[in-house]
């Protein structure tokens, strides 16, 4: 196995994370607007937004993301930090780099001062829920949400 470096996502990803983002999207059967792939980049280097992404490369290729942000909690005085997408490139998986960046996305939160790092997943992905497994543990609580239409 080669070596695998986590880091903030740079300009120069661009097109590789390009590559990234269209395959996370077709895995989760969505279909963005171009101008919200847009935002989402332009947000990774605006320092008033809170969006963190962050890329493994393994021997200098872009292999994988994470996008996160923090959250402020009316209980804790510090935010948590959620992960809100992950994805590695199939030609890069079975190598633990899904787990490398869970981990490396908890010594983010730990080292921002975060109680916990948390995600959600679909019901149906059973192969990341392994993994999920693996690594934390399943929350208490569960998800309510009320969707609007546009």
């Known amino acids: 196995m080669g070596s695998n470096t986590f880091r903030p996502i740079?300009?120069?990803?661009r097109a590789a994370w390009d590559s990234l983002w269209q395959g996370y999207l077709v895995f989760y059967e969505e279909d963005l607007p171009q101008a919200q792939t847009e935002l989402t980049w332009s947000r990774f280097f605006d320092d008033s937004f809170n969006l963190h992404g962050f890329v493994v490369e393994v021997d200098d290729v872009v292999?994988?993301?994470a996008h996160c942000s923090f959250t402020n909690s009316t209980w804790l005085d510090k935010p948590d930090l959620y992960l809100e997408d992950l994805?590695?490139?199939?030609d890069f998986r079975r190598r633990g780099?899904?787990?490398f960046l869970i981990q490396e996305c908890a010594d983010f939160a730990l080292e921002s001062g975060s109680r916990r790092l948390y995600w959600q997943t679909q019901r149906s992905n059973e192969s990341a829920q392994k993994l999920y497994y693996k690594v934390a543990k399943l929350s208490e609580y569960i998800i309510f949400e009320k969707v609007f239409n546009d």
């Open 97 to 99: 780099l899904g787990e």
């Open 63 to 65: 292999a994988g993301f």
């Open 10 to 13: 740079r300009e120069s990803d």
């Open 87 to 90: 994805f590695v490139s199939p």
